[in-house]
């Protein structure tokens, strides 16, 4: 059966007509402990778990920041964040686990140890990074993004955002069909604030209708960004409400999967939004 809004990631299938919220969980060092890696595990896992009981439906897990301009991470050092993390939480939640990264071994080895979801913001363009992850039944969020997280800020241009990246998902998709991975594996998304202004970010959070013609769900992630601080002029730990904001908007129109920080607020507002949206 082929059915636009399910979702299939590992053992899990995910009815995607409502829209779901993904708690990030980042494995970063702890620079305010010398408790060295046990101690960034257990904080990434209490954290997980607290995200969990708040409802997070999906949980994101990453050991290298993406942000504009940081320092890339070992795949060495990458893998001894995240593997610890994934491998405790699959054995205690019950929620879809998602490895963010680019790196096929990471891919690999985050599936082995659980990861039901492979979120990769190069869209699997690594060599051997759609081999990596057609190999088990994992689910795939393919990310549009100019440029690298390195130098994607520096002079972003389109002529046409919505085209563009319209057309870069929809040939990522059919490239991943044609590779044997099935649609209902695959979920897109815009990449918000990577190589894109402000401009293309609203003209993209716009056209979500538009994306959604591709025929898959969409996932969106706007939580705390950059674009939402210079619409509200607030630092990255004041961004609740706009975070919020642009939540409920990407579910109005028509987003499954909202990537965020903070999901108790998230989580709420997601079922004024879907309690509307499911009406009659
Ligand atoms: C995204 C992501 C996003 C997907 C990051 C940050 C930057 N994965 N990983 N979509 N952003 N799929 O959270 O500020 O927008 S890391």
């Known amino acids: 059966m082929t059915n636009s809004t399910n979702f299939i990631c590992g053992r899990y299938q995910l009815d995607l007509a409502q829209a779901h919220v993904m708690g990030i969980v980042n494995v970063t060092p702890d620079s305010f402990s010398d408790g060295g890696r046990y101690a960034s595990t257990e904080l990434a896992v209490a954290h997980a778990r607290k995200l969990v009981t708040e409802g997070a439906a999906i949980l994101d897990i990453g050991g290298e920041s993406t942000r504009p301009n940081a320092t890339p991470v ?99 998709l059919q490239t991943l069909q044609q590779a044997g991975i099935a649609a209902e594996r695959i979920v897109l998304d815009p990449g918000f604030g990577f190589g894109k202004r402000t401009v293309h970010n609203i003209a993209l959070l716009e056209a979500l209708p538009e994306l959604l013609s591709l025929g898959r769900p969409l996932l969106v992630g706007l939580s705390r960004k950059s674009i939402l601080g210079q619409i509200v002029g607030s630092d990255v730990d004041q961004r609740l409400h706009a975070s919020l904001a642009a939540s409920v908007i990407s579910a109005m129109k028509g987003a499954s999967i909202v990537r965020v920080h903070d999901v108790k607020a998230t989580v709420d507002a997601l079922k004024v939004v879907n309690a509307v949206l499911t009406h009659g």
Do not use: W
């Open 74 to 172: 070992s795949l060495d050092e990458e893998l001894s964040r995240v593997i610890p993390v994934i491998e405790r939480l699959a054995a205690e939640v019950d929620v879809p686990l998602s490895i963010d990264t680019y790196k096929p071994a990471v891919m690999r080895e985050a599936v082995n140890a659980g990861a039901a979801i492979i979120n990769d913001i190069r869209a699997l363009q690594e060599p051997g990074a759609i081999d990596a992850a057609a190999a088990g039944n994992a689910g795939i969020c393919l990310m549009h993004m100019q440029g690298t997280p390195q130098t994607m800020q520096l002079e972003p241009h389109y002529d046409d955002v919505v085209q563009e990246v319209k057309r870069f998902l929809l040939k990522r």
